[in-house]
């Protein structure tokens, strides 16, 4: 009965502390209500990113390796050079495959920038040249028409990544449509599904692919690659077939030994593992925050409590007079703060979860939230704030009768 009793009279404070500290109390609430949105935000992001790291390592399937081309070490008094060695070659992919039992398959493929257009509609892109095995060894999916396969060879075919069907047109391009790649004809076979950004941080849905051979023969006549994808079988050891492959690289280059690499091998799970921890450093930054700004909401509503007891002496003191224990002083200012902290989080809670939804379709995310991350949220807020709402409630049971109705 006491509890009810004191919970109405906390109510009441709890309006008269609003009107009566109108801006200290709204900017408590608000920095309150901003941690509890923090930590839901933060959450939500961690989630993502553990999604997004699943998701990358799927596509993968087995072991994928890349081998590039290496940067060109500068030298002094040479201003102008190439930024790459130019050495990586068609032959490289069979004579690794013959040498290596571990390789699965070797996809070749050429990249340079091109402009793409259909009709009045153009778009600048990053053209691909490569082999049917591409969309199989990097996971990629249709979303309409097919690759493109051996039988098409020499042909002028062209599949779309999803980015550029879409800025081509409103409605997506039509399977069989013509487009002119760099003023040339180019019949439309697919579609990809969205793809996002790569661990090169490029758009792979801002990307077209033809056949290699139909890019030496109709846009370079240049035999060098820009890239191998060695595909691992599921037993093979990334690391011991990265050293290998470097090793017969070199051989095959006729690189001397103190001679740096002209290409370089790189594991994609690595670089998966990169840029995982870049995510992750963000996800900690938004944590971190969300943390300074819900100890700042705690200590703020410590501070307002401090400052509504030494208001309210005389109060404390009258109802000391008429009876009241230091247990009813304590919970009733305890309840007010607890109060005045559950509206802040309250608060919090509604901008937190319409935060996270707004961020989850802006980063297209296929991820829901659910009640556990804001119960969560609610849950510490709520217990910080009950934390620090114990000293001044204490603060206001300790004052004595006769010293707090003193003027």
């Known amino acids: 009965m006491r509890a009810v009793f004191a919970t109405g009279i906390a109510l009441r404070a709890v309006s008269a502390v609003l009107r009566q500290n109108r801006w200290r109390s ?18 939500l992001l961690g989630r993502i990113n ?3 790291i699943e998701a990358q390592m799927r596509a993968l399937g087995g072991g994928l390796l890349v081998v590039s081309p290496n940067k060109v070490p500068p030298y002094p008094g040479r201003i102008r050079q190439l930024e790459h060695f130019i050495s990586l070659l068609p032959e490289d992919g069979p004579a690794l495959q013959a040498e290596l039992p571990e390789l699965q398959a070797v996809v070749p493929l050429v990249a340079r920038d091109a402009a793409i257009r259909l009709d009045r509609a153009a778009a600048r892109i990053r053209l691909i040249g490569t082999t049917p095995d591409y969309v199989r060894v990097r996971g990629f999916a249709l979303a309409q028409g097919r690759f493109f396969e051996p039988a098409d060879g020499h042909q002028r075919v062209i599949v ?6 879409r800025e081509l047109t409103f409605q997506g391009v039509r399977l069989g449509e013509v487009v002119a790649l760099d003023k040339h004809p180019y019949t439309v076979l697919g579609i990809l599904r969205p793809q996002g950004i790569n661990f090169a941080g490029e758009d792979e849905d801002h990307q077209v692919f033809i056949p290699l051979d139909t890019y030496r023969k109709r846009i370079s006549n240049r035999p060098w690659l820009s890239y191998l994808y060695l595909q691992l079988l599921p037993q093979a050891e990334a690391s011991q077939t990265v050293d290998r492959v470097q090793s017969l690289l ?3 280059h006729g690189r001397l030994r103190d001679q740096v690499d002209d290409v370089v091998v790189r594991d994609l799970a690595d670089l998966a593992a990169q840029q995982s921890g870049l995510r992750t450093t963000v996800t900690w930054a938004v944590s971190i925050t969300s943390g ?4 700042v909401g705690v200590v703020g509503i410590a501070t307002l409590m401090l400052l509504v ?3 309210r002496r005389g109060e404390i003191g009258l109802r000391r007079a008429v009876g009241a224990t230091p247990g009813d002083i304590a919970l009733q200012f305890f309840l007010e703060g607890v109060i005045l902290a559950a509206i802040g989080v309250s608060v919090g809670l509604g901008l937190g ?9 802006w980063l297209a995310a296929p991820i829901e939230l659910d009640a556990t991350l804001p119960l969560i949220a609610a ?5 910080a704030s009950a934390a620090a709402c114990l000293f001044p409630a204490v603060s206001a049971a300790r004052l004595e009768p006769a010293a707090a109705l003193r003027p």
């Open 292 to 295: 300074l700004l819900l100890v």
């Open 160 to 165: 779309l990544g999803h980015a550029v069907s």
């Open 379 to 383: 849950a510490v807020s709520l217990g």
């Open 250 to 252: 070199r051989s095959r």
């Open 50 to 52: 553990l999604a997004e």
């Open 353 to 361: 979860v319409a935060g996270a939804v707004l961020l989850a379709r």
């Open 26 to 43: 709204l900017l408590t609430l608000a920095v309150c209500g901003l941690g509890t949105a923090g930590v839901i935000v933060a959450g």
């Open 309 to 311: 007891v030494r208001q």
